[in-house]
């Protein structure tokens, strides 16, 4: 215990020491940290920076570590969990980003009606776009009322739908905005026509990813049961002194670092074999 209150006190301390210095303004962000920060808009928490999730997951790791090391007095097994609990947060940043992508991708067609009703009731295009934040889906109405106020305060139409399509993050909402710019760019009297068109296509393409979502969750299950089977064992098997004399050998942290590869590269090839086609965002 003094050595983990010495390590959130000495967090403490470095957190308030970083708080009185300003980050000075990058032009551009690293790959990874871009990477990051695209999880975190697809999750729908873009308040979320990357560097603190990173330092978050780096403090879990270690915390894991201690506890795992105080409980079994294997350094290899808690350095394996540590390792697991650092990728913890990002395996379930990529399960909201799906489960958001899943329900946007139903709502989207309703958007595209509540849209071509709007135009065909003689609102423009910037009014059809603002009413939804009242009258559009409840899941996706505080975006629109951003885009509201800030087409109000700025009365630029087009900066305000980049913001949009930056808030969403969602590879729908980027075709259906890149067709409203478009048709406001070109004219025309066929958009209700064209809105009609897109809401068929979103429902039909819905329903066939849903499909084969479902079929595809049997493999990924399957994935992760056969990674985590293992390790479950070895967490019962430290429980015994002899176990934990034997991993702690330089053989048994071969084994153990050679199991970790090992689980890692089954599990991503075997998702990989699983996977389906993402879906790529247009014209970011």
């Not at 270690?62 to 394996?80: E, H, N, R």
Request: proline share 5%.
């Amino acid at each position: 215990m003094s050595a983990v209150l010495g390590l959130l006190a000495g967090l403490g301390m470095f957190l308030i020491w970083t708080a009185c210095w300003s980050t000075p303004a990058r032009g551009s962000m690293p790959g990874q940290r871009k990477r990051v920060a695209r999880l975190l808009h697809q999750a729908g928490v873009p308040q979320v920076s990357p560097a603190s999730l990173i330092t978050s997951t780096a403090v879990l790791a270690v915390l894991v570590v201690l506890l795992v090391f105080a409980l079994t007095g294997a350094p290899a097994i808690a350095v394996c969990f540590g390792l697991f609990s650092a990728y913890l947060p990002f395996a379930l940043l990529q399960m909201r980003a799906r489960r958001r992508a899943a329900v946007m991708r139903d709502l989207w067609p309703d958007v595209v009606d509540h849209l071509r009703s709007a135009i065909r009731a003689g609102l423009s295009l910037p009014e059809a776009l603002v009413q939804l934040g009242s009258k559009g889906p409840v899941e996706l109405r505080e975006e629109f009322k951003i885009f509201a106020a800030d087409y109000r305060a700025t009365g630029h139409f087009e900066g305000a739908l980049q913001k949009l399509k930056t808030t969403l993050a969602d590879p729908v909402a980027d075709r259906i905005i890149e067709a409203l710019r478009l048709t406001r760019d070109v004219g025309g009297s066929d958009l209700g026509k064209l809105l009609g068109t897109l809401s068929e296509f979103l429902r039909d393409h819905a329903r066939t990813r849903s499909e084969l979502e479902a079929r595809q969750s049997w493999t990924v299950n399957a994935a992760r049961l056969a990674v985590a089977a293992p390790w479950i064992v070895l967490m019962l098997m430290a429980t015994r002194p002899e176990a934990i004399a034997a991993y702690n050998s330089a053989a048994g942290w071969a084994v153990l670092g050679g199991g970790l590869a090992l689980s890692v590269f089954c599990y991503r090839i075997m998702l990989r074999i699983g996977a389906l086609p993402e879906e790529q965002r247009v014209l970011q």
